[in-house]
């Protein structure tokens, strides 16, 4: 990254701000410019958040959301549905889910998916709290939400085997999810039609 005529200590906040997902050494800068300009009505407030949830954001034991309390505050409400546990590959798609409003069970996030070129195994994954929770004779159907890209595939038919062996419905979502798709990019509609028409595997 090419360096700016600044101190080191913006030099730091440029090249930290650059590893953020969606923002390359460009938009580091303007975004480290505009923060720099705006110090008491951004800066000092974004770095007091950072640090209250530094301090504050724990996983989830239950599901492996992140929240300020564990269990967390979906898995601890008693008006959602324990019957049924949707699956997904990270918080950020259990956010986008829930944003869509379209289901009102819970959720288990299993951290990534498998993918042996990148080192990640079924031990590297939430998978055995996943195996756990299913066999809760409340719960009656496990949904794989998993995004339709190669590796979200192959966990989900990893997945339906170790499923096996519980008394689960085992369904995913239908394929109004586009391949290569991922549902934090996706719209609330798409959602929601993808949900509906799930099927059993």
């Given at each position: ?47 007091t958040a ?53 289901l009102n ?97």
């Amino acid at each position: 990254m090419a360096k700016v005529a600044a101190g080191p200590e913006i030099e730091r906040l440029i090249q930290l701000l650059a590893r953020l997902p969606g923002l390359g050494p460009r938009s580091a800068r303007r975004a480290a410019l505009h923060l720099v300009k705006k110090k008491e009505q951004l800066l000092e407030p974004l770095a007091t958040a950072l640090a209250e949830t530094r301090d504050t954001i724990l996983t989830c034991e239950t599901c492996g959301n992140i929240d300020t309390k564990s269990p967390c505050t979906l898995c601890r409400d008693p008006a959602r549905d324990r019957s049924l546990i949707c699956v997904v590959e990270e918080v950020g798609d259990l956010w986008a889910l829930e944003r869509a409003g379209v289901l009102n069970g819970l959720y288990h996030v299993l951290g990534g998916t498998l993918s042996p070129l990148d080192g990640m195994g079924p031990d590297d994954l939430f998978i055995a709290g996943l195996i756990a929770r299913a066999r809760d004779p409340h719960v009656n159907e496990v949904l794989l939400a998993l995004n339709a890209t190669v590796e979200g595939q192959s966990t989900a038919h990893y997945l339906m085997d170790q499923l096996g062996g519980s008394n689960v419905t085992v369904s995913r979502l239908a394929h109004g999810v586009p391949i290569g798709g991922e549902l934090d990019y996706l719209d609330e509609g798409t959602l929601a039609a993808a949900v509906k028409a799930r099927k059993t595997m």
